[in-house]
């Protein structure tokens, strides 16, 4: 089992920045890809930003360089800098962990944190 604690989210103004923190416990050696997943309201979770065991990082297309994901193996945590944040942008963001491979692969996810935009 993997455990993971999200910390950071809250209230922004249009154009302002967060940074959402996520840390991993439990089995942590077993975990290849980290990243981070939003889901707002009436709407399907969606992937934002991962990071795969060989350190490649993938963004979603409404990321536009605005957003940039971070990777701390040593301390297993993971972390979302969010800049020029727009309201499409509010939402409940859920921190991810895999373990496994293919057929084997299992999902962890944090609690979610909320993050708001609003003037």
């Known amino acids: 089992q993997v455990q993971l604690v999200e910390s950071g989210g809250g209230l922004v103004q249009p154009g302002g920045s967060l940074k959402l923190s996520c840390a991993a416990s439990g089995r942590v050696l077993a975990i290849n890809t980290m990243g981070w997943y939003r889901q707002a309201p009436g709407l399907q979770r969606e992937l934002v930003a991962i990071?795969?065991?060989?350190?490649?990082?993938r963004y979603a297309d409404f990321v536009k360089g605005r957003f940039t994901i971070s990777r701390d193996n040593a301390k297993n945590t993971v972390a979302l800098q969010m800049n020029s944040l727009e309201s499409e942008d509010e939402g409940t963001y859920y921190c991810n962990a895999q373990t496994g491979v293919s057929r084997g692969r299992i999902n962890y996810w944090g609690q979610g944190t909320q993050v708001t935009v609003s003037s």
């Open positions: 990071i795969l065991s060989d350190d490649t990082i």
